[in-house]
């Protein structure tokens, strides 16, 4: 399993706000992209973040995210919460962070990640940091690189050639 943080990791961290007070985030499509990698090579992914919003809501949604826990400010019994429903060690789970309300489950975690602009302290935390900034593919990244260290880009990849396959077969039998 993979869980991550939302404002600075999945965003970028900005919040646009609304006359009406809602605030506005922006996901970025190689994210999303690399949910579903991770969900092809049999990881589910869950996200524990301080804020709630009603467009994250819908983004987990789509993307099939099956952990979903907003308003936490204390991530670690949701961490252990997890651990305990879902019958995983904690060295089974990846979290992937940016800020210090990361730390404690980052300690946790069988695999910390921090994204590349993320605070120092939680740079130095991380068993493994990204390239790549917070909101900007950063989540992609790190689950390619548990994809790799699995060995599963055969299996990603047979399923992905399956996919396009029969989607090619239904085309072709509507004539398209």
């Known amino acids: 399993m993979v869980l991550t943080d939302v404002d600075g990791t999945l965003t970028d961290g900005t919040l646009a706000v609304l006359p009406d007070g ?51 400010l204390d991530k670690k019994p949701v961490f252990e919460d997890i651990l305990l429903r879902r019958g995983l060690a904690a060295e089974e789970v990846a979290y992937i962070g940016d800020d ?12 910390s990640a921090a994204v590349a602009d ?8 991380a068993r493994f940091v990204c390239r790549t900034a917070g909101g900007r593919g950063a989540f992609r990244e790190f689950v390619e690189f548990i994809i790799g260290a699995q060995k599963k880009w055969g299996v990603v990849a047979a399923r992905f050639q399956d996919l396009f396959e029969r989607r090619r077969g239904r085309s072709g039998e509507r004539g398209a």
Do not use: C, N, W
């Open 100 to 111: 210090f309300g990361d730390i404690s489950v980052m300690r946790l975690a069988g695999l």
């Open 22 to 72: 809602e605030e506005v985030k922006s996901y970025h499509v190689r994210d999303g992209f690399g949910v579903l990698l991770g969900q092809v090579a049999g990881l589910e992914t869950g996200i524990i973040t301080g804020k709630r919003s009603r467009a994250l809501e819908k983004r987990a949604e789509r993307l099939k995210i099956t952990e979903l826990h907003q308003g936490i």
């Open 118 to 125: 993320a605070h120092p302290v939680v740079r130095s935390e």
